[in-house]
Structure formats: structure tokens, C-alpha cells
């Protein structure tokens, strides 16, 4: 099974307006779609560097994003995840709101993969680390770093650039609280978007004009976005905002139109017609994409323009939301197959690392690894998370706060669950961090490094 869903780790939509996922790679993902106006952390998708669908073997897809090189300053505070917001009828301060945004973002996620492990196998396995869905809702938000990168829009506060409503605050956590209750718990994470809940849309409002600084797009005023087009400096100055994607000289009509490489407005390709990204097939809210399994050129590098949810049983994709209802995108075979449902055993049976399963119910963990020859697989046990030395394989076998280190399963050799990594160390993903931060090069090779604060000069 194979979901782009499961590619946004914890990725909320925007609740409070704090966190602007980007485009879903289902959806536009070309860089001028890539920029939003209540984006806080456009590098910072919670989760941060994590990416729950390859979670299989200490892999993860790196999101590339960079540390400012100046004028910013490492976060040492987190946010607490089990606190609350006071329920006494007073509006919550700045810190409050930001605490009950972390604790929500993790009890949603909690939610669906402690009651629909289904909905993504292995987003779930990273939650059963926790042991229980309680040590889920209450370090959630702390270990994928929702809560560390909140330090910025809370600086933003402090300086300024944004003002904060705390009566609309209030309202949207106890709605934003109420939908993560009564939504399936399949889609308790969509709940969470702010569209739906207009006083979540409303809780900051920027205040920058033309020329005034700013670290994100969140902190200028409506007509205005964040222009940085510097490579060293982390922050820019707003300016009005184009009404559509800046191509050039031109503003490209987003519905209708992408920008070319050669910065001309071209209209949206047809289906069936080669291309190179999303966004030269529809606009980000369409169901048009580029399909790479189907080139235009046989060993080619570009795709064709094709429909979601329209590929019938054998055909080749890479996404489940590329088929038919009823069908999902094998990931043995690479091609849409009949939906079937997935056994999730209980303490002490097997589980099979495989997509088909049997995995193992919420709480417990696939441990005790071994290469099963003669079917050809990886099979294992399962079992609460294991503590800290005890022996493994891969990461997901231990707690949340640990890691498998000295592992190697090429010769065999077992690790021991450790602590996760300090800054400067080498890391596959953020999970693997202590700042839940992993930086790539453009080698791909990953760095702990602490999450930074953009400072604006006085």
C-alpha cells in the first residue's frame, strides 16, 4: 500500500494558521506553487525531515530544506505536548494556544494510528513506538517536532510582525478539539484544516506593508507576501502580492496557466500530454498530475498529464490515489490491485514486514527480527516497544526516545536501542535527531542540526 497521504508524516493543514504543509505531491508540487501566505514553517512540515511511509528500514525522504546561514539563532525551548489549554472560560495567552496547537496535532495523529492502523500500516508503526495511545497524545507533538518549530511564529508575535487573537484562539482549539473528536478516525488529521473552521483562519493576522521585514508570508498583511530572494539571508521584505504565479516578467494565471522554464505563461497540457511536473497538468486544487509511470518517449525522463483515482486493476502506479475506488497501488508490484485488508495480531504472534502483513495492533511493535530463508521474508514478533540496550535491527523496534544503533542487517549484526542523535551527528531522518531535525546536503546525507530562529535585525 502506498499512499501520498502518509508522506505528510503529521502534516495538519493549517490549524491556527501556523503550518503550511506545502502542496501535496499528489496535487501542483512545482516551486512556484510552493509558497503560501500563512506558510510559518515552510521547512518545517511537522514531522520535520520524517516521512511515515518509509519508515520500513531507518529511511526516510529528505525534504532539503536549509538552515538560514545568518542572522538566526538555535531553538533550546520546546513546547510541552501534554499541556492544556485552561478550560475556565479565559482566552488562552500566545504559549497556551501554541501548547494545545501541539497537543492537537498529536492527538489527531494518535488517533488514527491507535483506531485505523489500516488507513497507513506503516504511519502506525512509528506510533506504536509510543506503547499506548496516552504516551502518544502526550509526546507526539514534542518528538516529531511540531512543537519546536512553533518558536518562530511566537517570536514574530513578540516583535510585531503578526498580531494574536485570543478570543478567536479559543474558539478555534475547542471547534478544532470537537472535529478531531467527531471525525472518523481515518481522517481525524483532515479535521484539523483550518478551512473548515473559519476562527482558525482568523487567530493571526500579519502587519507588515510594502517594504516592511519579514521571515514568512504569514507576517505581511493581506495583498502581501514574503519576497526573499536571497541566498544568505533568512528573512525578506513584503511586497504586493502578484494574484497568481510569478513567471518572470508575468503573472501566470494559477487555474489555467503554469510558468515555462523560460519564464513564459503556458496554458495547463491536456491529458495524455508529456510533462516534466504537476503543475503543467492543472492547478494545485485539481485531480490532474504527471503520471512517470507512463513516459511520453520510451526510456524517457518526463511523464504524461494524467486524472487521479482513474487507473484500472494491473495498471502501473506509485500512488494509491492514482486507481480506481476499491483499488491500491501495490507496492511488490507497482500496479493497482484489489483492496485487501490487513491482520494486525496481538502480543506474542508473528508479524511479517511486508504490506500485505500481518502486522501488529496499536501499542506494539514488529522486534526480534529474523530472515526467514525459505519464504524469503522478514518476520518477527509482536512485543511492547524495547528499552534502552536492548538488542535490534531497526529503529522501530524501540521506544519513541530511542534508536537502533551499530545495526546492520546486510551482515546480521544486531544493534542496541540507544539514545537519538545529538547535533552534528549523521542521521537518515529527523526522528533520529534529539532536535527531531535531520538536514540533507546535496549529497542527500543527513546532519542532527538544532532548529533555527530567524532574527531580523533591529
Known sequence: MKTRWMLKTICAGTLLGLVACGPDPAENNSTENNTSNNAMMNNSTAGNNMTSGNTGSNSTTPTNSTTPTNSTTPTNSTTPANATTPMNNMSPSLDEALDEYGKLIGAAACRTAYECPEQDPFFALQFNRFGSREECEAGAGEIFGVTVGLSQIELAVEEGRIAYNADLAEACLSKAQMAIANADPCEALSALDDEEIEECEQVFAGQGVEGSPCVDSQECGDGFFCENESDTMCYGACAPDPGGVECGAQVCDEDTQYCTDDDMCAAHKAQGEACLGDDECGSFESDAYCDFTSPSEPDGFDGTCGTLGTKAAGEDCEFNDECADGLTCSGETDTCEASTSITFNAMGELCLLEESGPLC????????????????????????????????????????????????????????????????????????????????????????????????PE
Open 361 to 456: 495492533e496499536p501499542g506494539l511493535v514488529c522486534a526480534d527480527i529474523t530472515i526467514n530463508m525459505a519464504e524469503g521474508r522478514l518476520e518477527g514478533t509482536c512485543q511492547p516497544p524495547k528499552t534502552m540496550g536492548s538488542p535490534c535491527y531497526f529503529d522501530f523496534e524501540c521506544a519513541i526516545d530511542a534508536i537502533c544503533v551499530g545495526d546492520s542487517l546486510e551482515t546480521m549484526t544486531q544493534g542496541t536501542c540507544g539514545p537519538r542523535l545529538a547535533d552534528g551527528e549523521a542521521c537518515e531522518n529527523g526522528l533520529q535527531c534529539q532536535s527531531s531535525n535531520c538536514e540533507f546536503d546535496a549529497e542527500d546525507e543527513g546532519t542532527c542540526a538544532s532548529n533555527m530562529v530567524c532574527m531580523i
